[in-house]
DNA sequence: CAATAATGTAAACAATGTTAACACCTCTTC
DNA sequence: GAAGAGGTGTTAACATTGTTTACATTATTG
């Protein structure tokens, strides 16, 4: 189903919802997650703001569908920075290094985009359907990756991911918040990445 | 000086702003961040809305201060868990059972009032004065404890202290927006425990 | 081709943040 | 103590917001 877009005429847009959703995003990466507003996103995408509501409950909803966009798109990001140092195999520096890459990528995502990192895991009353998170499974096939590497016992696994995604996500939201300015930055990422390594990687 | 709270007459309240924030702070813990409003929180205070804008720019700042609140409130209960183990003494078991105390509290709070905790870490534009942080001080306390116990090489105090707060945060900020679950949560919390101590006490 | 569903508009509503002009209280100062 | 000055509250208005209702237009399906 190639897209239609725009057929005939200007009455329908053809495909809102989805152009709602990316400007809002993008509203919220630019100007914060308090002005996200259903007129000023109408306005952005040329429509009125009442035909937000055929696609759209409520200016909530809206949000929560922002924040699903935003931790899709941080997986994403994540699986792109792994696959870029090379694909899986059963090399211990590889797959350390992919384990890293995905990591480096989300706390790389909150400096990039404090704002969209803020709007993902503010807790929404109306998030979309609670699939299990991608990023999630993306930690999981690393950590699978490491164990058949040898470099880390099963047992410890769900162990190591917990504690990994806790410093990581810790870290991530400390910068976002500018809790810590960049020039503490890399003291505590340093600091992050040891301890995860270290109680990963038993020595 | 005592509370003189109001005088003769009930024209002037005595003591707005302050009243302000508290019932701001409740109406956020109550209700979440996005219901708090200049005019819900006159109506509480049995005051006109223009009243507050004696006290306060904006919203917008009425937020960074009860932001600030919330965070003084969280150094607070991480001091007072500190103390309920007992005085700070040279004892090994001690200082780490107070050091213990203060992370079980941080992530305590963000259980109970997640709310709270998340207005506590938004990005206000307009935030009180940047005094360093009572919490971020409270940490480093304990540290120098650990250490003048002979369980903490000075060197790697900083480390400790970096690693320590991104990972209970990060624990907190995933309980507070709901990403991990009360039943997940008991993993998560030994796995960051254990994962702090191996990393502060060098085995 | 006609009927029906989907998707847009237009106009109104109540509620919001904010401001300006005014009223009351308290406090200093002669 | 009276007078005035500054602080603190009220009233009334404004623009803007989320949301709903009634209507218009297009798309789809029998």
Request: positive net charge; proline residues 3%; charged residues 25%.
């Amino acid at each position: 189903m190639l897209t239609p877009l725009r057929k005939g005429s200007d009455y329908h847009h053809g495909d809102l919802r989805d152009a709602v959703i990316q400007v809002a995003r993008d509203l919220v990466a630019n100007e914060g997650v308090s002005s996200l507003g259903i007129r000023r996103v109408a306005l952005r995408v040329n429509v009125t703001p009442a035909a937000l509501y055929r696609h759209f409950e409520s200016l909530e909803q809206l949000r929560g569908e922002v924040s699903g966009r935003v931790r899709n798109e941080m997986a994403e990001m994540m699986i792109l920075a792994r696959e870029k140092v090379g694909p899986a195999t059963l090399s211990k520096t590889r797959s350390r290094a992919r384990f890293s890459a995905i990591g480096d990528a989300y706390v790389a995502y909150a400096r990039k985009f404090p704002r969209l990192f803020e709007i993902a895991f503010l807790t929404c009353d109306a998030l979309p359907e609670t699939e299990e998170s991608l990023a999630w499974r993306t930690l999981e096939e690393s950590l699978e990756e490491l164990i058949n590497s040898g470099l880390l016992e099963r047992r410890k696994s769900l162990k190591a991911a917990t504690l990994a995604w806790s410093s990581i996500h810790g870290l991530a939201s400390l910068v976002a918040s500018q809790t810590i300015s960049n020039k503490e930055y890399p003291l505590f990422r340093k600091s992050v990445l040891d301890g995860v390594q270290d109680a990963v990687f038993a020595r």
